[in-house]
């Protein structure tokens, strides 16, 4: 069975481009943005979720406002027959803000928020090295984050 990848036109485009960029905005403040009707708007915002192509509204935080001042990049090289087991073991640790399997230098990359750098080392020394098939943890410190 072959998936369709869901189609978008420049009407969504355009309601995905403003919900990116503020996603309080209401839909009657999209409507008068783009010159539509607010029922338009809220059935394609409807029709965007009902589709997975929304698939939720969150907040953006500014991690060190809330004192965790070390955020990495921490790629992780693991068994191969490992893969998709420790993938998910580190969705499960608080502290990791994401998780993604990928191509290229490492097989898993995650983004860390920490207090401290003695808290990332504690992290990656007490509870991501010592998981089944962790082979190697590179970890790269962001000094600035400039863009999304």
Do not use: Y
């Not at 990848?5 to 008068?32: H, W, Y």
């Not at 965790?68 to 693991?78: R, S, W």
């Not at 983004?111 to 990332?120: C, Q």
Request: charged share 30%; proline share 3%; net charge positive.
């Amino acid at each position: 069975m072959v998936k369709i990848i869901a189609e978008i036109d420049e009407l969504d485009s355009k309601i995905l481009r403003l919900l990116q960029e503020d996603g309080r905005l209401t839909f009657t403040e999209i409507a008068q943005k783009l010159k539509l009707s607010e029922s338009t708007i809220r059935k394609r915002v409807q029709a965007l979720q009902k589709r997975g192509i929304i698939k939720r509204f969150t907040a953006e935080i500014d991690p060190t406002k809330i004192g965790l001042n070390t955020i990495a990049i921490v790629g992780v090289d693991v068994d191969p027959p490992k893969l998709l087991e420790v993938a998910q073991k580190l969705c499960e640790f608080k502290e990791i803000r994401s998780v993604a399997t990928s191509t290229g230098d490492h097989m898993i990359m995650t983004e860390i928020w920490t207090k401290d750098g003695r808290e990332l080392t504690r992290l990656i020394s007490e509870k991501i090295g010592p998981i089944e098939g962790v082979k190697k943890i590179c970890p790269s410190i962001l000094l600035e984050k400039l863009k999304g």
